[in-house]
């Protein structure tokens, strides 16, 4: 939902009532990812999309009616081959969609609260983990932090352990608590990619960084790098130390990329020694095979062990056949992706 921000603001600032509706759960070549989301506003105004075209009419046709009412439903579609194959795909499949009124436009006070939290951290780039439980009539809902606090809805502490682990697994998911589902919407931070050495290709993979919505950080102590090289597109930020003094001060868990491009074995291995004991989501380090063989060798005599050194994507990025810097950039761009692909 958070490609729909700027019209859940407008919508909500402008008391115009609106229903979500969320794709939470799929079989077979379902057009539309789970936790893929539509607005519809009372006058059946739309934003997003649950299948590309295939059962939008229906779910809208269901929204107008749960915003005049002030309630939730689960609802369950069939796409079939003729639909799937409008919308690029080869077979059907099946989808359940869970369509509620907005939690902003309910009065009661838990309802309220947990709209609160979650739109202070949509707004601040802060984590939560939105919980919907998913059962016709009154919504109910609870935003979690990933410290464990809870705002909104009384939940018990093992459906807020369920909420904490789809976030650990950076999924949107069906969580359960006895018999009553509930649906776990992740809202990441922004992902962060620190590139450590500010390299000849460094600037090509921050312009590319910030295209796909990364925060960058350029970690490079010589400062002959950090300060002279030109970056068309800036990076978030740069700073002139050793890795080791700054990375302390990042959040170093499964939504921070590192890329260590440095070229000095002082200062990536500098890096590597507070990177590979992290939760972060990819550890890239450029050089060639003969390159990497020095560095495990390195690793292994500082007492990592050969799990731990596993981690290392070397050779970094796809195997493209990259030859200059752009490409080489593409390349580790494209193998991020892969890695934060992976978990939707």
Known sequence: MKELLATVADWTNNSKPFATATVIQTWGSSPRPVGSTMLVSADMEMAGSVSGGCVEGAVIKTSVDLIKEGKSQRLAYGVTDEDAWAVGLSCGGKMQV??????????????????????????????????????????????VLPDGSVAGQEISGVLKEEALRAYRERKHQIVEEGEVKYFAQVFPRKPQMLIIGAAH????????????????????????????????????????????????????????????????????????????????????????????????????????????????????????????????????????????????
């Open 98 to 143: 869970f369509a509620e009124r907005f939690l902003a436009f309910d009065p009661r006070n838990e309802e309220q609260a947990a709209w609160q939290q979650l739109s202070s951290c949509l707004e601040q780039n802060e984590p939560c983990i939105l919980l919907s439980r998913l059962v016709d009539g009154e919504g109910f809902h609870a935003v």
């Open 201 to 344: 290709i460094t600037a090509d993979l921050v312009r590319l960084a910030s295209i796909y919505d990364f925060e960058t950080i350029v970690i490079d102590p010589r400062g002959v790098f950090s300060e002279k090289t030109q970056f068309p597109h800036p990076p978030d930020q740069i700073l002139s130390a050793y890795p080791a003094e700054v990375l302390p001060n990042f959040t170093l868990d499964a939504y921070t990329y590192a890329v260590v491009l440095s070229h000095d074995p002082k200062i990536d291995d500098n890096a590597l020694h507070l990177l590979l004991p992290s939760e972060v989501a990819y550890i890239g380090a450029l050089g060639s095979r003969k390159t990497h063989a020095k560095r495990v060798k390195r690793l292994e005599e500082a007492g990592f062990d050969e799990e731990a050194i596993a981690r290392i994507k070397a050779p970094i990025g796809l195997s493209i056949k990259a030859k200059k810097p752009k490409e080489i950039a593409m390349s580790i761009m494209a193998e991020i992706i892969s890695v934060q692909n992976a978990f939707l």
